[in-house]
Every structure is written in C-alpha cells, then in structure tokens.
C-alpha cells in the first residue's frame, strides 16, 4: 500500500491513464477528480463491497429440492 499526502491542485498518476486530481479539501471530507478510460469501473468502496457481497450471496450452493415441483408441474 501507498499512503501520500496530496494538496488541493495537485495529482496522482497512475500507470499511463489514470490520473487523480485534488480538487478541495474541506474539514474532513476530500473531493477529487478521477480521470479514466470508460472501460475502467471506478466505485465507491462501499457500492464496491456491496457488489461483492451480493456476488458472493448469489454463488451459494442452494436446496435444488423445491426444484422438483416444476418436475410434477410439468408432467402434468
């Protein structure tokens, strides 16, 4: 990990695309610019890891017992 101390105007590059721009800072909070390809995502952690979450929740093995009622269904 890198941690970097940034004033407002300044930037960070990274690789040969990506550029990172401080635009304000106000108490706590740090607004910035991130310029990108569009085919890179760029989220907010916390839609990042809610992402991951429902990823992870949506490959868990489920009961594929209750499937056998469309089974009877359609033999019906």
């Known amino acids: 990990m890198l ?3 940034r004033k407002v105007g300044e930037r960070i590059v990274i690789g040969d695309n990506i550029v990172v721009t401080v635009v304000s800072i106000k108490g706590d909070n740090i607004r ?6 569009k085919e890179i995502k760029i989220y907010r952690g916390e839609i990042f890891d809610a992402i991951a979450a429902e990823n992870k929740q949506a490959a868990v093995f489920n009961d594929l017992s209750e499937l056998d009622v469309l089974k009877v269904l359609g033999q019906s």
């Open 32 to 37: 910035m610019t991130i310029e990108a390809p």
């Open 3 to 5: 941690a970097l101390t």
